[in-house]
């Protein structure tokens, strides 16, 4: 497992996916410059009006950490924006989907947390435009 932090708690690169070469720029200016690149996030919206921030994750992905910086910053955005924020988990050999809110304008906008098929995922996005009252839950 890779190093996840230097000596001065500057955050390392775990995944290697990203340019490499900014990735360590930005990781040089040390502790007080926080940040994060966000590898899918997804903007949803509608008629040009942010609906929802969706961080879309590989059901395998193995780090998951609800609580950490990045994650609250990202919450941050979403409520400052009034947007939903999402993690979604999918399986892109099914396909299926699994949205799990992190804001609490998300929690009031679910049901039930499940797997959905493709075509449930479609109409719940189609939801989240079309939402109008956003104490609404969708079905």
């Known amino acids: 497992m890779p190093k996840l932090y ?3 708690g500057v ?33 949803e ?7 929802a ?12 950490p609800e609580r950490e910086a990045n994650v609250d910053a ?8 009034g947007c939903s924020f999402w993690w979604v988990f999918y399986r892109p050999d099914e396909p299926a989907f699994y949205p799990q809110p ?3 304008l998300a929690t009031r906008l679910i049901g039930k947390l499940r797997w ?3 075509a449930e995922y479609v109409r719940f996005l189609r939801f ?3 939402r109008g009252n956003q104490s609404s839950k969708a079905s």
Do not use: C
């Open 6 to 8: 230097s000596a001065d």
């Open 116 to 118: 959905m098929p493709e």
């Open 53 to 64: 921030l969706v961080d879309y994750k590989r059901q395998d992905n193995p780090y998951q």
């Open 128 to 130: 989240l435009r079309n």
């Open 45 to 51: 919206y509608d008629q040009r009006i942010p609906v």
């Open 11 to 43: 955050s390392q690169e775990r995944t290697g996916f990203r340019d490499e070469w900014i990735s360590r720029w930005h990781r040089g200016l040390g502790f007080d410059f926080p940040g994060t690149d966000v590898d899918f996030l997804f903007l």
């Open 74 to 81: 990202l919450r941050w955005l979403g409520d400052a924006a």
């Open 102 to 104: 992190m804001n609490l």
